[in-house]
């Protein structure tokens, strides 16, 4: 698929234009756009601080589900408890700092020194299109199945 075409199918999972699309990282198993990069400033010039954006319908309704289970909550204590999770979230948030130097912060929009994290779908975007990210990587673990058995976009 070409940008304009991936847009138009982001679009549609999104139900609204994205906003500071730059391209598609990663496409589900059926060939569509799972997760999106973004550019660090909007079209009006506004700061844009996710890098990777999840746009999979199937993903961010999963996520959004473990969120609500107090997910966001548990896996920050997680991370503040564990020095492996710990040391994954920091290299994360140094690799998203070098990514995007010009805003200065971590994954999903994280200010240097936040004890914990704001939102778990940037957090299984990243990890999906940064693979090797373990605090990610087990988020998306928990979602069962991470890919659904049919196309979720229309």
Known sequence: ??????????????????????????????????????????????PFPTTFWLTCPHLVAAVSRLEAAGGVERWSRAAAEDPELLASLERAHEEQRRLRPELELGVGGARPGAGSLKCLHAHAAFALARPGYELG????AELDPVWPDVCCTP
């Open 1 to 46: 698929m070409d940008d304009d075409s991936d847009r138009r199918v982001v679009e549609r999972q999104l139900g609204r234009p994205p906003r500071a699309f730059r391209r598609v990282v990663v496409r589900c198993p059926f060939g569509r756009p799972a997760v999106t990069e973004q550019a660090a400033f909007d079209a009006s010039g506004e």
């Open 137 to 140: 990587e087990r988020i998306l």
